[in-house]
């Protein structure tokens, strides 16, 4: 395993301790303890995934998420002190892909780091292709088709956009405002109710998987996502 993983800290034991666990675990690892220099890192190195912490000098975790996003496709990790939902949807509509408050064990940043990391390649594949995948469903990007199982399943262009957007990255929470901009392609302050209401006819056109639950979850105060368990 020679993936490059950017750990950008300004708490040199915290940022100490993950390196340690990620090089056991075979990954490379850049360290930055400033935002500015976590960007230089992504500008001037292969970079696999980042794990930012929030409250750093220069330049925030937030602030670095959203250069990042300009420039690549990168999985984020966000570390944080804080556990308010509102600061999880910040986060994740700045770009990030997982969030993750301290106090946390190493090992479950080591887990976060490899599920995100066989979401992503597996991503890069399907993309080659335009199909997306899971449990019963394939949903052909190219041709504006989703099939669940043998069968064709009519969607609104308006699902169509949701449900890409969900099967891109499985078991990513999207809250409804990051649904809403994909659907209209423009940033909106608040959320728009509406995504409910289309939420609620792709869950029935879609239905259940093979284990009888729903493929869309909701995620309590911060959004959806979509996972086949």
Same mark, same amino acid.
């Given at each position: 395993?020679?993936?490059?993983? +950017?750990?950008?800290?300004?708490?040199?034991?915290?940022?100490?301790?993950?390196?340690?666990? +990620?090089?056991?675990?075979?990954?490379?690892?850049?360290?930055?303890?400033?935002?500015?220099?976590?960007?230089?890192?992504?500008? *001037?190195?292969?970079?696999?995934?980042?794990?930012?912490?929030?409250?750093?000098?220069?330049?925030?975790?937030?602030?670095?998420?959203?250069?990042?996003?300009?420039?690549?496709?990168?999985?984020?990790?966000?570390?944080?002190?804080?556990?308010?939902?509102?600061?999880?949807?910040?986060?994740?509509?700045?770009?990030?892909?997982?969030?993750?408050?301290?106090?946390?064990?190493? @090992?479950?940043?080591?887990?976060?780091?490899?599920? @995100? @990391?066989?979401?992503?390649?597996?991503?890069?594949?399907?993309?080659?292709?335009?199909?997306?995948?899971?449990?019963?469903?394939?949903?052909?990007?190219?041709?504006?088709? +989703?099939?669940?199982?043998? *069968? *064709?399943?009519?969607?609104?262009?308006?699902?169509?956009?949701? +449900?890409?957007?969900?099967?891109?990255?499985?078991?990513?929470?999207?809250?409804?405002?990051?649904?809403?901009?994909?659907?209209?392609?423009?940033?909106?302050?608040?959320?728009?109710?509406?995504?409910?209401?289309?939420?609620?006819?792709?869950?029935?056109?879609?239905?259940?998987?093979?284990?009888?639950?729903?493929?869309?979850?909701?995620?309590?105060?911060?959004?959806?996502?979509?996972?086949?368990?």
């Amino acid at each position: 395993m020679n993936n490059s993983i +950017l750990v950008a800290e300004d708490n040199y034991e915290i940022s100490k301790l993950i390196k340690l666990y +990620l090089e056991v675990e075979g990954y490379k690892v850049l360290v930055a303890d400033n935002g500015v220099d976590g960007l230089k890192c992504i500008e *001037e190195n292969h970079v696999d995934l980042a794990i930012l912490d929030i409250m750093m000098p220069k330049m925030d975790g937030y602030e670095l998420t959203r250069e990042i996003r300009k420039i690549s496709n990168i999985p984020i990790l966000i570390l944080s002190a804080k556990n308010e939902d509102i600061d999880k949807i910040l986060g994740l509509n700045m770009g990030a892909d997982d969030y993750i408050t301290k106090p946390f064990n190493p @090992l479950e940043i080591v887990a976060r780091v490899n599920a @995100l @990391l066989r979401r992503h390649y597996k991503l890069s594949k399907n993309e080659d292709r335009g199909i997306l995948r899971l449990g019963e469903l394939t949903l052909d990007t190219n041709n504006c088709r +989703l099939m669940k199982n043998e *069968e *064709e399943v009519l969607l609104t262009a308006t699902e169509f956009k949701i +449900l890409a957007l969900l099967m891109n990255v499985p078991e990513r929470i999207f809250s409804k405002v990051q649904i809403t901009e994909h659907i209209k392609g423009e940033y909106f302050e608040t959320d728009d109710n509406s995504v409910t209401v289309h939420i609620s006819h792709l869950r029935e056109k879609i239905g259940n998987n093979k284990k009888g639950n729903q493929y869309i979850k909701t995620v309590k105060g911060l959004g959806y996502k979509i996972e086949d368990k």
